[in-house]
């Protein structure tokens, strides 16, 4: 802690219900984590996308100018990361990384970064079993399972294998094994929401026209929120914020939702999608359909936080049911 900045769950207010709201924030000690608890309202996703950064700043004198651009930053650790915000981060690197353009900044935080992994019982609408985001086989470098009075930790690097020693570690035992067998199928048990996502590309194609979509645009109340809190979306804006003096200026990314109005407004005022329902859709299309196509898997991982914080009551459980008893009426 005193090496690494350190950042893990913990609570920083109550809901309207008195319950405990959840945030990945700095620890100055390892008795500020509270590793029972249950969803994050944000993703951990901006420590690696922030909401808005500076990506280069400039300084024009006499008849020169000179750019300052600086994406190095200090080791640190992610403690209590959930399996489905790993798979999340996972998601983001096809496209951060593995892209055609990969970003520096992003690639500069993610190699910076220990995860801690860690297991957890499924909240009532957790369906991150239906999108295969339940468990995480890599991405981290430490996964912890409470099995009881220790935690079973599985290591995948070898900083995780120093920081693992020193600490109290014992050897797995068969006892270990037999435990971490049983938490891992109470856990698979406690899953309560499902999605059907195996037709949802097609049916999303053959749905592209539907009804659906007005209704649900219809409540939309075009917030962005449900973007916002998504650890997977990474739709962006920028804007150059130049000094009075003309002498100084800095290029800035910022996150965005395809909910918003202006998403798809261009120069001279045009809107290309300036009904709700249709930005919804090109949202839900994106997370079931575009980034499968691109990538082979869906986009979403299944925290439903999108569905948690919506005031409109817009939920990908909702919506996708409503797809599915469409086609089949
Ligand atoms: S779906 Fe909900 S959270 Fe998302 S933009 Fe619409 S009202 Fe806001
Ligand atoms: S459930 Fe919602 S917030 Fe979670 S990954 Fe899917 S679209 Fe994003």
Redesign the pocket.
């Known amino acids: 802690m005193e090496e690494n900045e350190v950042i893990g769950p913990k609570s920083r207010d109550r809901d309207i219900e008195g319950n405990k709201i959840y945030r990945f924030l700095k620890l100055n000690s390892f008795d500020e984590l509270e590793m029972d608890y249950t969803r994050s309202y944000l993703s951990p996703k901006n420590y690696f996308l922030p909401f808005k950064e500076d990506l280069v700043t400039y300084s024009l004198q006499d008849k020169g100018w000179e750019q300052e651009i600086n994406y190095t930053i200090h080791p640190r650790v992610i403690v209590g990361m959930r399996a489905c915000d790993i798979n999340a981060l996972l998601k983001l690197d096809q496209v951060m990384l593995k892209s055609a353009y990969p970003n520096p900044y992003y690639f500069a935080r993610r190699k910076n970064t220990l995860i801690i992994g860690l297991d957890h019982e499924p909240l009532e609408d957790c369906f991150c079993k239906s999108m295969n985001s339940d468990t995480a086989f890599h991405g981290f470098g430490m996964f912890l399972t409470d099995i009881g009075d220790k935690y079973f930790a599985a290591i995948n690097s070898d900083t995780a294998f120093i920081i693992l020693n020193r600490f109290d570690a014992e050897e797995i035992t068969d006892e270990d094994r037999l435990l971490f067998k049983a938490e891992k199928k109470k856990i698979e048990l406690k899953f309560k929401t499902q999605v059907n996502i195996t037709i949802l590309p097609e049916l999303m194609d053959l749905e592209f026209e539907s009804e659906v979509w007005k209704k ?1 645009g219809d ?9 916002m ?1 998504c650890p997977t979306c990474y739709c962006y804006g920028m804007e150059e914020d130049i000094d009075l003096s003309i002498t100084k200026a800095v290029k800035r990314r910022f996150l965005y ?1 395809c ?2 109005l202006d998403f798809a407004a261009v120069a001279g005022g045009h809107n290309f999608r300036p009904d ?1 329902g249709v ?2 859709k090109y ?1 839900y299309y994106h997370q079931f359909r575009g980034f499968m196509e691109a990538f082979d898997q869906s986009l979403c991982v299944g925290c439903n936080r ?1 569905g948690n ?6 939920n990908p459980k909702a919506v996708i049911d409503d797809l599915i008893e469409t086609e089949t009426k």
Not at 309 to 314: D, E, F, N, T
């Open positions: 649900w409540k939309c109340l075009s917030c962005g929120t449900c973007a809190v939702s909910n918003l709700a930005r919804l949202r999108c914080a919506c005031l409109a009551g817009i």
